[in-house]
């Protein structure tokens, strides 16, 4: 029974959901820099960073990471995201308007166009 104990059918299982969270957390804070770096670091006066606020506890994301993300946009250092609006057609000529968060749009077009394909 190699390979069958408890506790490494937990450490499997926490690993998977651990992965599938912090994947979901670093979208949040993506959009939560981007939105303090838009308009003002303070969710009571900046509406885009509120909403990105509540999403993020919706998501039951920790409170530090959300204040170290406005911190990193008020800091202005590091990665420096962009909105980009991608239009194309998909299967059967519907007309797709994409909207993407990204640092590098050489990249993002790329992804898009054999998304599209």
Known sequence: MAGHSHAKNI???KGKSDA???KVFSKLAREITVAAK???PDP????????????????SM?????ERA????AGNDG??????????????????I???????RNRTASNVRSTFS
């Open 11 to 13: 450490m499997h299982r």
């Open 20 to 22: 599938a969270r912090s």
């Open 38 to 40: 838009l308009g003002m």
């Open 44 to 59: 009571a006066f900046n509406a885009r960073l509120r909403l990105a606020v509540q999403n993020a506890r919706a998501q």
């Open 62 to 66: 920790p409170r530090d990471n959300i």
């Open 70 to 73: 406005i911190k990193k946009a």
């Open 79 to 96: 990665e420096n995201y962009e909105e980009i609006r991608y239009e194309g057609y998909g299967p059967g000529g519907v007309a797709v």
């Open 98 to 104: 994409v909207e993407a968060l990204t640092d590098n």
